[in-house]
T-cell receptor
Framework: DAGVIQSPRHEVTEMGQEVTLRCKPISGHNSLFWYRQTMMRGLELLIYFNNNVPIDDSGMPEDRFSAKMPNASFSTLKIQPSEPRDSAVYFC????????????FGPGTRLTVL | GDSVTQMEGPVTLSEEAFLTINCTYTATGYPSLFWYVQYPGEGLQLLLKATKADDKGSNKGFEATYRKETTSFHLEKGSVQVSDSAVYFCALSDGTGNQFYFGTGTSLTVIP
């Protein structure tokens, strides 16, 4: 049982560069969530998908952020261009669509933008 | 709107001490309540849950009771261990499960 897999675990980049975070949900789960965690704002839901379709992206902070889910086993969160204030831990979580409360989280990607 | 408020940390306890982390909620419907735990360098893990009033969730010696009259879901453990050192998040899910709200987290450090 692999759980939610995220890559990379750590990313250090320079301001202005493009960053792509990756997530593989638990097999069989059909809802996927992207969260951002910072000391100042805690855990924030950025976007979630049901059956690969984006349902609510109201948490995406700016147009610099975009997320895709081309198939049931893969999702990306892209930041272009990145800024220092994007530094945070980004978590992916997945669940069954009919049990969205029971979310399983990945280990997170710690992003540092210099 | 719905929200969760939990006690601020950090909390530092000696091993075998009693733990309480307070959590209160505001909700318009019939929410489900959760405690998640985040160990250093890891993602959040579901610790326990309660889906209706008076339910008690329990796991790994931790307990929390869904109290509708006080809109609370306080986390308790009778005897903490060093391995319990982590950040604990209270969370609420609305009746549909689509809206999910996390508290700000409470950091717990248990010293030998």
């Amino acid at each position: 049982d692999a759980g939610v897999i995220q890559s990379p675990r750590h990313e250090v980049t320079e301001m202005g560069q493009e960053v792509t975070l990756r997530c593989k949900p638990i097999s069989g789960h059909n809802s996927l969530f992207w969260y951002r965690q910072t000391m100042m704002r805690g855990l924030e839901l950025l976007i979630y998908f049901n059956n690969n379709v984006p349902i609510d992206d109201s948490g995406m902070p700016e147009d610099r952020f975009s997320a895709k889910m081309p198939n049931a086993s893969f999702s990306t969160l892209k930041i272009q261009p990145s800024e220092p204030r994007d530094s945070a831990v980004y978590f992916c979580a997945s669940s069954f669509t009919d049990r969205p409360s029971f979310r399983f989280f990945g280990p997170g990607t710690r992003l540092t933008v210099l | 709107g719905d929200s969760v408020t939990q006690m601020e940390g950090p909390v530092t306890l000696s091993e075998e001490a009693f733990l309480t982390i307070n959590c209160t909620y505001t909700a318009t419907g019939y929410p489900s309540l959760f405690w998640y735990v985040q160990y250093p360098g890891e993602g959040l893990q579901l610790l326990l849950k309660a889906t209706k009033a008076d339910d008690k969730g329990s796991n790994k010696g931790f307990e929390a009771t869904y109290r509708k009259e006080t809109t609370s879901f306080h986390l308790e453990k009778g005897s903490v261990q060093v391995s319990d050192s982590a950040v604990y998040f209270c969370a609420l899910s609305d009746g549909t499960g689509n809206q999910f709200y996390f508290g700000t987290g409470t950091s717990l450090t248990v010293i030998p």
